[in-house]
């Protein structure tokens, strides 16, 4: 399968000259299986360049859409996603337990009059609601789609998906710690990691600066290598940069990343996500 990311960013969109090299835009990643089917985990404003490159090279006909979670920086872009305006086109929209009502929401100008100009009646793609990640695991064209809640305000869904060539994990939005909630504490997310080949991770702070957002549900640098580490994956990518942080200061964070792996031995490769970049399992 190959993983393409289209936003990196976390909390809101942060375009300009210190975040050229990691992006701006907010969450949104395409994975392309290996039986051809594509897949997109959230609708920050990065689903407006991959809606672009979707509909120039004809392959919106039929795409599967992931949602971990509703907060803004996840859906906000999808009023902007191009073949929502194509009448060949169908999404079918699975994760989060509210995915469907959240994206709706996007459109609605039931509260504030003159929100959005488009209802989401209008719309020309035909737009389903599944609900088959709710038992955890489903299988799209042979691939394993297994799912793991985050530890995050109001919850969220991870992704795991398995192929004969290997593993990639998602997990954004989620913050490693012991005392997690059910089902949700450190060592379960080590076992739901066990040997991918590939992990993203929300990895939006430092050490230092989780002293005062403990409880926002993000991870920190040295959590995130520690996972890395007690999974045994193959390949880290840090992701959901926070929207402060400068190109200088991303790289600085995989630096960081980097001392902390070579202390503990391991030899994972490890980057921060980068607009446009692809990856390969």
């Known amino acids: 399968m190959k993983i393409t990311f289209w936003g990196t960013r976390g909390s809101i969109a942060s375009p300009g000259p210190d975040t050229v090299i990691y992006g701006g835009n907010t969450t949104c990643v395409e994975i392309d299986l290996s039986f051809g089917r594509t897949v997109i985990i959230d609708a920050g404003t990065g689903i407006r360049k991959l809606g672009d490159a979707l509909v120039a090279g004809e392959r919106q006909g039929e795409l599967l859409l992931l949602i971990t979670h509703i907060h803004w920086d996840h859906i906000l872009g999808f009023p902007f996603f191009a073949p929502l305006f194509h009448d060949c086109c169908r999404i079918v929209v699975d994760g989060s337990r509210k995915c469907m009502e959240g994206l709706k929401r996007v459109f609605s100008s039931n509260y504030i009059d003159g929100t959005w100009p488009v209802r989401f009646e209008d719309l020309k793609a035909r737009i389903e609601h599944s609900h088959e990640l709710h038992s955890r695991r489903t299988t799209v064209?042979?691939?394993?789609?297994?799912?793991?809640?985050?530890?995050?305000?109001?919850?969220?869904?991870?992704?795991?998906?398995?192929?004969?060539?290997?593993?990639?994990?998602?997990?954004?939005?989620?913050?490693?710690?012991?005392?997690?909630?059910?089902?949700?504490?450190?060592?379960?997310?080590?076992?739901?990691?066990?040997?991918?080949?590939?992990?993203?991770?929300?990895?939006?702070?430092?050490?230092?600066?989780?002293?005062?957002?403990?409880?926002?549900?993000?991870?920190?640098?040295?959590?995130?290598?520690?996972?890395?580490?007690?999974?045994?994956?193959?390949?880290?990518?840090?992701?959901?940069?926070?929207?402060?942080?400068?190109?200088?200061?991303?790289?600085?964070?995989?630096?960081?990343?980097?001392?902390?792996?070579?202390?503990?031995?391991?030899?994972?490769?490890?980057?921060?996500?980068?607009?446009?970049?692809?990856?390969?399992?």
């Open 141 to 281: 064209d042979g691939t394993l789609i297994e799912t793991h809640q985050l530890q995050h305000p109001q919850g969220g869904l991870g992704f795991k998906f398995t192929e004969a060539s290997g593993a990639f994990v998602f997990l954004t939005d989620n913050e490693l710690r012991e005392d997690g909630w059910k089902g949700s504490c450190f060592t379960d997310f080590v076992r739901f990691c066990r040997g991918a080949d590939l992990l993203v991770h929300d990895c939006q702070y430092t050490p230092e600066e989780m002293t005062i957002r403990r409880g926002w549900g993000h991870s920190d640098v040295a959590c995130v290598a520690r996972l890395a580490v007690e999974a045994g994956v193959k390949r880290l990518v840090l992701f959901h940069h926070d929207p402060w942080r400068t190109d200088e200061g991303v790289s600085d964070m995989v630096s960081r990343c980097r001392a902390l792996l070579d202390d503990w031995k391991s030899s994972i490769s490890v980057e921060a996500a980068r607009e446009g970049s692809t990856h390969t399992v």
